[in-house]
C-alpha cells in the first residue's frame, strides 16, 4: 500500500509532466511547477477521484503547494 | 452518421427548438437526455420518436435555475450514457414586459432560467468534459440578444449574457478541446412566437431579407453543424440564423 505522499506525487507527476525530483513540499504548482489555473483544478478533481474524496471550492483555493495537498488529505482521511 | 456513440444532453428539450435539436441530433446518432421542467408528457413523445427511429434517448425532469437540479440532471446522464460529449444550453422562458412596468420577479425569473441556467450546466458538465479531454457545448442566445428588442430587457439582457458567457466559456476551455459556440435564432415558429398578434408578425416579417419564419430545424441543422467534427476548429463563435435579420 502506498502512502499518501507517494500517492498524491504520482498524480502530480502524471497530470504536471514534471520530474520526480521537482514534487517537494514547498514546491508551489503555478509559480514551481508550471501548472496554470485550470491545471490546479484539474489536479484538485484527481485528487479527489485517487482518494475518493469531495474536496471544496473553499478548500481547494487553499491548496497551492504539494506540501498543502497531502496535508489537507491526511488530515482528511485520518 | 456523425454523432454516433456521442450522448447529448439538451436542456428545454420537450418542445419548440429543444425539440427539434434533439430529434436532430439523435437523427446523426447521438444518444439524448431529453430534459424538461414541466412537459413530463411532451417530453416522452420526444423520447418515443427518437426510439421510433432505432435511437436511444430518456427523459430527465430537472430545473435548469437549481444548482441541486442541475447535478441531478448530468448523474442522470452520466449513470445512463456514461459519458457527456455534448450540452445545449437551450431551456429558456419569456416574461415580458416595458422596462418601466417590468417587475422584480419577471426580471429574475428570466434572468436565473435563460443565464444562470446556461452557467449552472456548464459548471456541472465542464468536469466530465475535462477528463475527457473532448466536448462540445452549445448555447442558444437570440437575435434580439445582438440587436436589442423594446418589451423583453430580461430577455435581451438574458440572451446577451449568454453571448458573453460563451466567450469567456470557449476561453477557458479551449485548451482541454472543448469547444463552445452560440447560436442567436430570429423569428422562428414555436409555441413561444404561435402567441405574438398578427399584426406584430407582420412588422417582423417586413424587417426579413428573407421575407419567411424560420423553422425551428434551420437552428437544429446550425446546432447539429457545431456539435459535428466539421466545426473543429470553430469556438467562442455566435451563428445568427434569422433570414439576414441582423448581419453585422
Known sequence: MSTVIERVSKVIIDRLGVDESEVKA????????????????????????????????????????????????????S | MGLTGK????????????????????????????????SAQHAQNVVEEIQAHGGQAIAVQANVADTDSVQQLMKTAMDTF???????????ITRDNLLMRMKDDEWDDVINTNLKGVF?????????????????????????????????????????????????????????NILVNAVAPGFITTEMTDGLPADLKDAMLKQIPLAKLGQPEDVAKAVAFFASNNANYITGQTLHIDGGMVMV
Open chain 2, 82 to 92: 456514461g459519458s457527456i460529449d455534448i450540452l445545449v444550453n437551450n431551456a429558456g
Open chain 2, 120 to 176: 449552472l450546466c456548464t459548471k456541472a458538465v465542464t468536469r466530465q468534459m475535462m477528463k475527457q479531454r473532448a466536448g462540445r457545448i452549445i448555447n442558444i442566445s437570440s437575435i434580439v440578444g445582438v440587436a436589442g428588442n423594446a418589451g423583453q430587457a430580461n430577455y435581451v439582457a438574458a440572451k446577451a449574457g449568454v453571448i458573453g458567457l460563451t466567450k469567456t466559456t470557449a476561453q477557458e476551455l479551449a485548451s482541454r
Open chain 1, 26 to 77: 514547498e514546491a508551489s504548482f503555478r509559480d514551481d511547477l508550471g501548472a496554470d489555473s485550470l491545471d490546479v483544478v484539474e489536479l484538485v478533481m484527481e485528487l479527489e477521484d485517487e482518494f475518493d474524496m469531495e474536496i471544496s471550492d473553499e478548500d481547494a483555493e487553499k491548496i497551492a503547494t504539494v506540501g498543502d495537498a497531502i496535508s489537507y488529505i491526511e488530515k482528511k482521511i
Open chain 2, 7 to 38: 450522448c447529448a444532453v439538451v436542456t428545454g428539450a420537450s418542445r419548440g427548438i429543444g425539440r427539434a435539436i434533439a430529434l436532430e441530433l439523435a437523427s446523426q446518432g447521438a444518444k439524448i437526455v431529453v430534459n424538461y421542467s414541466g
